[in-house]
């Protein structure tokens, strides 16, 4: 069964500045996807950004970038020049790319604070 | 584009009673999924759907929980009856079966549910 850890439960970062959220899994599969998703306290998951495994690219989206180290199964977030709006819970989380199961496997979160 | 929709938004019961949430996937995703998330720990798989047929209900106390997607579209989910253990949202998410984007779960804004 594939797992996924994030050992900071908590970080804090001073608006402007950048911060990198931490997160490893494990696997046998080869193919598979690998997210990002914030969860304010609205409570609606929303998606920050993917990374397909068979892609040596690392994936961007505007201020958000992952470090995905597929030998080391590592897949940490960096989010530059932080913003009030970026305060959040995020959920690191696998997919298999394997027959018809799609369901996502999350880590336990890392709650992130922004500070003026 | 509409969103997932869910509702209740909250929900207050005391143990043993009944109780039932309902989802509207984004039309065309052919593809349910209902996700339990207890205080602190990220969503877990309770069931997942492929149009009106069950994928994976491997997690789903079976006993108490049920599902249902009778014409592949709106989703219910009922617990009967209710443990204090079942404190927890509840995230109802739909993707599409195939093409680019059928790796991307939409999140609804889920159900809080309180077992007193």
């Known amino acids: 069964a594939q797992t996924v850890t994030q050992s900071q439960p908590e970080m804090s970062v001073q608006e402007a500045e950048t911060v990198t959220l931490s997160c490893t899994y494990d696997t046998s599969e080869s193919d598979y996807y690998l997210f990002w998703y914030k969860q304010p306290p609205s409570r609606q998951m929303i998606l920050v950004i993917r990374q397909e495994a068979y892609k040596q690219q690392n994936a961007t989206e505007n201020r958000f970038s992952v470090n995905f180290q597929k030998a080391a199964k590592s897949f940490s977030l960096k989010i530059s020049d932080s913003q009030l709006g970026d305060a959040a819970m995020y959920f690191c989380a696998y997919r298999s790319d394997t027959g018809a199961n799609s369901k996502l496997t999350f880590g336990k979160g890392i709650t992130l604070s922004v500070r003026p | 584009e509409a969103g997932v929709a869910q509702s209740p938004r909250y929900k207050i019961i005391e143990k043993r009673q009944s109780v039932a949430f309902w989802c509207n996937p984004i039309?065309?995703?052919?593809?349910l999924y209902w996700y339990q998330q207890i205080l602190g720990q990220g969503p877990k798989l309770l069931i997942q759907f492929q149009n009106n047929g069950v994928v994976d209900d491997s997690q789903l106390p079976k006993d108490r929980f049920s599902a249902e997607r009778l014409k592949g579209v709106d989703s219910t989910l009922k617990i009967q009856p209710a443990k204090l253990e079942d404190s927890a949202v509840y995230l109802c998410?739909?993707?599409?079966?195939?093409?680019?984007?059928?790796?991307?779960?939409?999140f609804g804004a889920g159900t809080r549910l309180s077992v007193l």
């Open positions: 039309s065309g995703h052919a593809t």
């Open positions: 998410a739909s993707s599409f079966r195939t093409g680019l984007t059928k790796n991307i779960q939409y």
